[in-house]
């Protein structure tokens, strides 16, 4: 039972970890959108914006998939 309850502690962690890293990844800071500095016009561009909904959305199935297994 205690082994179970470690793993389980571990396996929270490491999703919360991976949320967090990716999460932050595709919401743009100081000009940097997934770690390439851009400059303010093409952040606010349509291109980028489908890159970030399309991370975004890869991103929310790789949750499921975590959550799931």
């Known amino acids: 039972m205690l082994f179970r309850v470690i793993m389980a502690s571990c396996v929270f ?11 932050s990844a595709y919401k743009p800071s100081k000009n940097m959108f997934m770690a390439v500095t851009l400059p303010s016009q093409v952040l606010e561009g349509e291109f980028v914006k489908s890159i970030q909904k399309e991370f975004k959305s890869l991103c929310n199935k790789i949750y499921l998939a975590m959550i799931l297994t």
């Not at 962690?13 to 999460?23: G, M, R, S």
Request: aromatic letters at 18%; zero cysteines.
């Open 13 to 23: 962690i490491v999703f919360i970890t991976i949320y967090a890293t990716l999460h």
